[in-house]
């Protein structure tokens, strides 16, 4: 149950070797148990999301490591099931130990030999399990295996991808012309691996699930990570009870600094998610002009307003507030700039603080201001926020890189939002999301996880959980939306109204 409620580090493909090892050792199994574990619990995610493997046809592509091993298990396991199955085995001059011993036990008349430049003809028809390369991959494939790979990707069946689309190197950048297999899905052992997050391999990684493989959980704690995944139990469980006897005042109160003239409905969305979130009070101070929309549109919220009509040029006492978000929708108007100086100057190292669009792009001109944040700041930039505050970058992993060095420069917290958003701590650790889906990308979706973070900050919880779990429900309402709306019709008010399904969900996972 333990390895159920940490949190789940991404492993290298080093450190998955020695924890196999340390494994094997800790649970008196041989390695090619291990093997037949793993294939077995990839097998039953297999017929889960078929809901019958008897009907459907496979193509067990195999390599000649222990990801070609995996294969030939799973060929045998789905045939027990009663698949149609033909195993293609890549020609080699030498087979890991494991793999030839899972050769002997598939049927001699199912295995076809290939070699890589000669790809071997599938029915179209059948579904391609692609079990050629995994995490052992030590570099990039060559040309020799173009053909091969390229014949995969244009088979119009479902291509299922063990461990990793073969291709993929786990651990580094891969080269914009990689050959990498296009999987329809990837069963990925333990956790998902480091190059499957980054968004510049998006191309090569759409649907994917993390397989249980029951590995030792003392052997992961031994292994040094920065990187982590953040799942659903984990989420659940730095879920804060409430208290039965709670009042309004339990929860903290929010105060939501932003909105111009035409942008008071970015600081609304923002609102109305912290309200939705659990916090006992939100505040807003917006422009004069907001006053009534929102009065009329929300009374759940309080309304302060600025002495200027169109943008904030003058900021509130900041006291009576548990926490502080700021910029949504502001604009950056001379005024409001040194109404935006005047207020960082006004913070005390125990002000909790979230700093949102024009906030971040007035922090980007002034970065003398970054003295004046107090320690755990959270900052939520999308990509071109981001490169005004870091600079510029190369590829995913050097934007960590410059990521991590300001957060620990300047001991603040940074939200790079996108696909598998990370939050980055000023330790370095670096936590990628598991939910969402595209179709949050659409206008006022940062402003509803600037109103979640502020709103989670407000009840008290600890500003690196603050971060994530906001994060990670953010993206639980997005799934929630999605079925109901759609993708497309997806709008960010829809995300406020399936917090409490993701709230819901969440608080349901948890044991207690
Ligand atoms: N905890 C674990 O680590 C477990 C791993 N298992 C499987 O084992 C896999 C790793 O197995 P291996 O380490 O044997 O590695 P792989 O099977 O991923 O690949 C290694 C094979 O590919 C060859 N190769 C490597 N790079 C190449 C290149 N650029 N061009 C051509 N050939 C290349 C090697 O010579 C070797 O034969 C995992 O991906 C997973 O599928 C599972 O069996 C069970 C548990
Ligand atoms: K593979």
Redesign the pocket.
Known sequence: MYSKVVKMKILN?IQ??E??QL?IAAQHIS?LE??E???FALTQAIERDLKDVSGYSFAVLC????????GL?VARMLQDKGAAVQVYLLK?S???D??LQNQKKVHPDFIKSFE?GQPPEISKDAIILD????????????ES?RALIESINNHPNYILS???P??LQ?DVINAADAIVVKATKIYT??SPKLAMLLPQHQEWVDKYEVID?G?DPQAIRQQHVDHYYVTEQWASAKLKARNRFAHKGSFGHALLIGGSYGKIGAVRLSATAAARSGCGLVTVYIPGCGYTPFQASVPEIMVLTDSNNNHIANYPAIKPYTAIGVGIGMGQEGPTGTAFVKLMRSLTSDTRLVLDADALNLLATRQDLMANLPPNTILTPHPKELKRLIGEWTDDMEKIEKVQNFTSLHQVIIIVKGANTMTVLPNGGLYFNSTGNAGMATGGSGDVLTGIITSLLAQGYAAEDAAILAVFLHGAAGDAARKEWGEESLIASDLITSLGKAFQHLRSSRIF
């Open positions: 493909a998955l070797k924890v196999d494994t390695s291990l093997m574990r793993a294939s390599g000649s490591g222990n990801n070609g091993g995996d298990a080699a030498r087979y890991s494991d793999n890589a079990c050629l390369f995994g995490a052992g991959l030590s570099r990039p494939l060559d295996y063990a461990d990793l073969s291709g786990a052992f333990h493989i590995l």
